[in-house]
Nanobody, 125 residues
Framework: QVQLVESGGGLVQAGGSLRLTCTAS????????AAWFRQAPGKEREFVAT????????RYADSVKGRFTISRDNAKNTVYLQMNISRLEDTAVYYC??????????????????WGQGTRVTVSS
């Protein structure tokens, strides 16, 4: 089964940018849809962005559309989330997920079978 490790989180000022990286090991990564979710303190894990197996289809939460970009490099078993940070509400732990099902780029958290440990993003004003 695939294992996921996120990196790239940290402290960023509103107006800055950050790129998160999710690296997969074990399993055939290009056979998985991949996604980013986030969880703020006291809140449920919420969908951020997803990308299909070949990278041809992407979907975004309305709250990040136009600010965040998801991409993947299957040759490197990696998914990225480029974030242009403009809101304090972007503060959260960001998780990478992989889905082995038959859907194309699903947005529901229950669709994802495998998760990384998360990387924390803190936005300051």
């Amino acid at each position: 089964q695939v294992q996921l490790v996120e990196s790239g989180g940290g402290l960023v000022q509103a107006g800055g940018s950050l790129r998160l990286t999710c690296t997969a090991s074990r399993g055939n990564f290009q056979s998985y849809n991949a996604a980013w979710f986030r969880q703020a303190p006291g809140k449920e894990r919420e969908f951020v962005a997803t990308i299909s197996r070949a990278g041809t289809i992407t979907r975004y939460a309305d709250s990040v559309k136009g600010r965040f970009t998801i991409s993947r490099d299957n040759a490197k078993n990696t998914v990225y989330l480029q974030m242009n940070i403009s809101r304090l509400e972007d503060t959260a732990v960001y998780y990478c997920g992989a889905d082995a099902g038959t859907s194309v780029a699903p947005t529901h958290v229950m669709a994802y079978d495998y998760w990384g440990q998360g990387t924390r993003v803190t936005v300051s004003s």
